[in-house]
């Protein structure tokens, strides 16, 4: 896979890897250094900074409402301030690619994002949220398997319901298990959750990444929840 368009089935390339957003995301370095990749390196193919290791003095969850550009008036709720980013992406049935914007931020240990695109053909929405499940598990399994970790496991948790959003049967929660390599290039295990969801002819990837012993280790209502539960287009 070219690594132009690191969007498609097949692994990223070297020292990159790819959520179902079909947005690159570089794990487990310094902000500031993935920030230079990001402006630097086309390998990167997007904007979500995933990270699973931060220093002790991380801020603690700080809820605000945003309000994405461009975004079908979606409101979300993010416990940072997210930083937006977009570029020009390749995606199934659309030969001159399509505008992917993010939205993304760090809290301790998780990285909170939103992706989203908005489709030239109401006939493509429904692949479209299709494929961000299809594309999650490709390249989830290509960084496990850089890891040497198991297979990647895919959780269907059922379907969503952001209010106001357009009715679709494709519209569902997903929870992915996977390892990827740490900063020393240790495997390191990973709980993604996701929504995808979509209003009008725009389909969003709501998405949290944690290590999965920071998930077992939470004792009180999950965070995770908070967020997904935050997304609403108004009335």
């Known amino acids: 896979m070219p690594n132009q368009s690191c969007v498609l089935a097949g692994p990223c390339p070297s020292h990159a890897w790819v959520n179902a957003t079909c ?27 995933a990270t699973a290791a931060m220093s002790a003095c991380a801020p603690a969850l700080n809820w605000r409402e945003v309000q994405p550009d461009q975004a079908e008036g979606l409101r979300a709720m993010f416990p940072c301030k997210p930083d937006a980013h977009e570029r020009q ?22 990285t909170w994002a939103l992706s989203y695109l908005t489709l030239p053909d109401v006939a493509l929405v429904g692949p479209s949220l299709q494929e961000m499940t299809v594309l999650m598990q490709r390249n989830l399994a290509a960084a496990s398997q850089m890891a040497s970790g ?16 357009t009715p679709s049967n494709q519209a569902h929660a997903w929870r992915f298990g996977a390892q990827r390599p740490d900063g020393w290039g ?50």
Do not use: Y
Not at 151 to 162: C, I, Y
Not at 195 to 200: I, K, L, M, P, Y
């Open 150 to 165: 198991p297979a990647v496991s895919t959780e269907d948790l059922g379907p969503v319901n952001v209010p106001r959003m």
């Open 23 to 49: 947005v690159c995301i570089m794990l487990w370095m310094s902000h500031a250094r993935r920030l230079r990749l990001f402006m630097s390196r086309t390998a990167l193919c997007g904007a979500v900074l």
């Open 89 to 110: 992406v390749p995606w199934p049935g659309l030969p001159q690619g399509i505008t992917m914007r993010v939205l993304s931020c760090q809290t301790d240990d998780s």
């Open 186 to 235: 240790r495997p390191m295990s990973l709980d993604i959750r996701t929504w995808h969801f979509s209003h009008g002819m725009t389909v969003f990837q709501g998405s949290v990444w944690r290590p999965v012993d920071a998930v077992k280790g939470q004792s009180s209502e999950d965070v995770a929840d908070t967020f997904f539960r935050g997304f609403h287009f108004p009335g």
